[in-house]
Nanobody
Framework: VQLQASGGGLVQAGGSLRLSCAAS????????VSWFRQAPGKEREFVAS????????TYADSVKGRFTISRDNGKNTVHLQMNSLKPEDTAVYYC???????????????????WGQGTQVTVSS
């Protein structure tokens, strides 16, 4: 599956952005999809994930209550709604997908073999 991330931009602290991850291929509904982010000089970190069948969601503690991940299998798209943004949310955001991600590996970037190109999110203070 090929992934295309979009929706990044520059926003003031407290503002909102909605990221989208569009996928090609008819079997998108079979994939676990997650968002990761990487700030300059830092390692890539897990942000949020949504399972394929149950739609169960998982969030990093740092974004819980502010970010919401959702999927529209009919449109082969996963969204990340980001509210109450903080300067520390500034990073390049990547969507990732894989069929074989077990629950215990959800937060591990090495569990995903398909990655989008990334979209920049900048939050000014």
């Amino acid at each position: 599956v090929q992934l295309q991330a979009s929706g990044g931009g520059l926003v003031q602290a407290g503002g909102s952005l909605r990221l989208s991850c569009a996928a090609s291929g008819p079997t998108f509904r079979e994939y676990v999809v997650s968002w990761f982010r990487q700030a300059p000089g830092k390692e890539r970190e897990f942000v949020a994930s949504i399972r394929r069948n149950s739609g169960h969601t998982t969030y990093a503690d740092s974004v819980k209550g502010r970010f919401t991940i959702s999927r529209d299998n009919g449109k082969n798209t996963v969204h990340l709604q980001m509210n109450s943004l903080k300067p520390e949310d500034t990073a390049v955001y990547y969507c990732a997908a894989d069929r074989g991600v077990i629950v215990s590996s959800t937060r591990n970037s090495r569990a995903y073999s398909n990655w989008g190109q990334g979209t920049q999110v900048t939050v000014s203070s």
